[in-house]
């Protein structure tokens, strides 16, 4: 059977103008503000308190991810579309694409077959011009902190070898890692190191996601620590007077962004940290105005759950007093073949073998969300080759743990094939025996917190330290920053900190090689391994495949 490629289902789909989608949320056309016909910011004021105690939170997450994906996205949509079949009040509340990955591997990520947002061209490239505000905010305060470098009148006395703070840009560009600057002259600023993150790695865009308003955002943006001066005072983005103006630049990215499914359902897309870097949820902004305005709300977190899944309990829901009802855990069979040893070209080859050796990886996620107190619905994001025998393995190897495990297809069949999922997760709510409960409390000492994160969650036997990590460990004391919640940097290809050790791996130790301080977004980042937080592009970059006709029309994005 032949199936169109995601870009031409997309293409070939009528949207609703999205003043009539709002319609079905109780939104007034006076309250969007309108970016065309089909897409449109909410205002902050849309906000109900009493309305998000009464709304259910569902957590889509993943197990470890191999190259092909997961479909978290997708399986969040076509949950969205199968909620709306059997009449549930529903919303997918989840996160912008960067372009990094779009031209780099992915080639887009608004879901997939016939479970996708649209409009999927405009989703996945500038969109509302959320992620070029951030950048912009961001690489003003690096032109601030060089400018006060210079100056003789206004210096704050910065040691140039303090600082932390880094440029960005929201594209795959692994020249851009390391480099100096103001190299030409003394017109041309003080040169020093640097360097550029990808804007999703950038703190604005933790701070926009992790902040409950604008006066919220504004107090973040002018607690960013930038370094120390040469007598070791620390200086923050304040000492700049920089959140002002950082926060002009961000009045209308702080606004969720309205759009809607093929089954022109509503979805809000804000924000788009990544999870092997960042905190990789969606904003708790977006997640909130979705629990405002919905009776279910879908949101998904990034990578598997030792990542995203882990950073959406302990700091997002911890941060926004959330209390998620439910979590689907998504895994496909293709995923199970790579975790039980198969290589490139036998992940597509049915194997019942390798997909019970692969479980095991299942079975971990499945242990690390039943550690936050709720019990997992495990999704298996069906494909075409997957073999009958593979999926009743898989479901009967969960029924033997106590795990409802069900097909989900809403990549060939949508809302449709997504039914029995959307009734399990309704029954999951109304049980209501999931008890949310964080891995460690905040105030715990850092290492401990690491620790704890490293044996419960990746299963580890402990964690080692470098001699820089030992020494910012002091720097985070002297900051007074030790209550702050962790946000592990590290590779999303295993649960351990060595991309090659697939499955369920045993006997490891973590090694923390350097932290980095997120004091706006309120969060320790321990950088494990060698974790870049600038990609690079693929020997094949998705951007080859991308061609635009001389009326627009784009084909490529998937």
């Known amino acids: 059977m032949q199936h169109l490629s995601d870009i031409a289902i997309a293409q070939q789909t009528k949207m609703k103008p999205i003043v009539e989608i709002a319609e079905k949320l109780g939104i007034n056309a006076d309250d969007l503000e309108l970016y065309g016909k089909y897409k449109a910011k909410l205002p902050l004021s849309l906000r109900d308190d009493k309305k998000i105690e009464k709304s259910n939170l569902i957590l889509v997450t993943a197990i470890t991810p ?12 076509g949950l969205n579309e199968g909620l709306n079949k059997i009449g549930k009040k529903a919303i997918a509340v989840i996160r ?47 032109a601030l902190i060089d400018n006060n ?5 206004k210096s704050l006395n910065i040691d140039p070898r303090s600082i932390d703070w ?20 003394y017109a041309n600023g003080v040169p020093r190191q640097d360097g550029f993150n990808i804007t999703p790695a950038s703190e604005v865009m933790a701070i926009l996601c992790i902040a409950e308003d604008f006066e919220d955002l504004k107090t973040r943006l002018s607690d960013i620590f930038i370094g120390f ?21 961000l009045k209308d990215a702080v606004k969720p962004n309205l759009v809607q499914t093929l089954e022109e359902n509503p979805v809000i897309i804000h924000g788009g940290p990544f999870a092997n870097i960042a905190q990789g949820t969606n904003s708790i902004i977006g997640t909130k105005m979705g629990m405002s305005l919905a009776d279910f709300v879908i949101t998904e977190a990034g990578f598997g759950a030792d ?3 882990e950073k959406f309990f302990d700091i997002k829901c911890v941060s926004g007093n959330l209390k998620p009802k439910a979590v689907v855990l998504v895994t496909t069979i293709r995923a199970m ?40 619905i495990v999704a298996i994001n069906k494909f075409q080759k997957d073999t009958q025998e593979e999926i009743d393995f898989v479901i009967s190897a969960c029924k033997e743990i106590g795990i409802k495990a069900v097909v989900a297809e809403g990549w060939e069949k949508g809302g449709n094939g997504m039914i029995e999922l959307a009734e399990t997760v309704v029954s999951c709510v109304e049980k209501d025996q999931n008890k949310f409960t964080p891995l460690y409390d905040w105030n715990t000492p850092i290492v401990e917190k690491i620790e704890t994160i490293a044996k419960k969650i990746y299963g580890a036997d402990g964690v080692d330290y470098s001699k820089i990590a030992k020494t ?16 592990m940097a590290k590779t999303q290809k295993s649960l351990s900190d060595n991309p090659l050790r697939i499955g369920h791996p045993k006997d490891f130790r973590v090694f923390v090689r350097e932290f980095e301080v997120a004091a706006g977004a309120d969060f320790v980042i321990p950088i494990l391994g060698k974790m870049m937080r600038m990609p690079g592009l693929p020997q094949t970059p998705a951007s080859e495949n991308m061609y635009i006709d001389k009326d627009g029309k784009i084909s490529g994005l998937s």
Do not use: W
Not at 112 to 124: A, K, R
């Open 66 to 77: 191999t190259p092909s994906g997961e479909g978290k996205t997708t399986i969040s949509i």
């Open 96 to 142: 912008e694409p960067s372009l990094g990955p779009v031209f780099g591997i992915k080639g887009g990520a608004a879901g997939g077959g016939y479970s996708q947002v649209v409009p999927m061209e405009d989703i996945n490239l500038h969109f509302t011009g959320d992620f070029s505000a951030i950048e912009k905010a961001n690489n003003l305060l690096s």
């Open 149 to 153: 470098l210079q100056s003789k009148i």
């Open 166 to 185: 880094k440029r960005v840009m929201d594209m795959n560009d692994r020249s851009l890692r390391e480099m100096v600057i103001g190299l030409g002259g």
């Open 229 to 249: 001066t040469y007598d070791k005072k620390p200086i923050y983005s304040r000492d700049l007077k920089a959140e002002n103006a950082m926060a002009i630049l």
């Open 307 to 309: 990542l995203g899944a």
């Open 337 to 376: 073949r790579h975790h039980g040893g198969a290589s490139r070209d036998e992940r597509r080859i049915p194997n019942v073998s390798k997909v019970k050796t692969g479980f095991a990886n299942l079975k971990k996620h499945i242990e690390n969300v039943k550690i936050f107190g709720i019990t997992p």
């Open 472 to 487: 910012h460990l002091g720097i985070i004391k002297k900051l007074g920053l030790e209550h702050l919640p962790i946000c």
